[in-house]
């Protein structure tokens, strides 16, 4: 069993589609392990983000991810982690095709509803970083 962690991203709180989102993992035979609604702290996000440091979107991603709360889940099933790519479609909303999550919900390539783990060295890291640990070691506010 492969694991992937999730993330509906505030615009996707904002529009209430988390329901809608959560169905589509769950109608793909995908199993929702854990599940939190969290604001990240600027400090969480910056250690989620650590690749993108040096780029020039860095702060508006920070900015971004940490405007409002999101839901954190950890889902699991066989090739969870491109299956879960799948059902999100690129990262870009504007080419993502219809159908897919970010096709259907999102706005452009930052405000994109969701974002799904790469690999499985990504998802181990992402896991321990939202799960865990302490909502105080890691500066968040629980919802």
């Known amino acids: ?41 600027r400090n969480l996000a910056e250690k989620h983000y650590n690749e993108h440091k040096d780029k020039e979107f860095f702060n508006m991603l ?3 991810i940490t405007s409002g709360p999101v839901v954190l889940m950890v889902i699991s ?38 974002h799904g783990s790469d690999s499985k060295k990504s998802a181990e890291r992402e896991i321990k970083l939202f799960f865990n640990r302490e909502p105080a070691d890691i500066g968040t506010k629980r919802v």
Request: proline share 2%; no cysteine.
């Open 1 to 41: 069993m492969e694991k992937s962690l999730i993330i509906i991203k505030p615009d996707g709180v904002k529009k209430r589609i988390i329901g809608e989102i959560i169905s589509r993992f769950e109608k793909e035979d995908l199993i929702i392990e854990k599940l939190k609604i969290i604001k990240i702290s």
């Open 62 to 64: 920070i900015d971004y």
């Open 77 to 114: 099933g066989d090739n969870a982690i491109n299956r879960a790519r799948e059902l999100m479609g690129p990262t870009d909303s504007r080419i993502a095709k219809k159908g897919t999550i970010r096709g259907d919900f999102g706005d452009d390539i930052t405000a994109n509803v969701i």
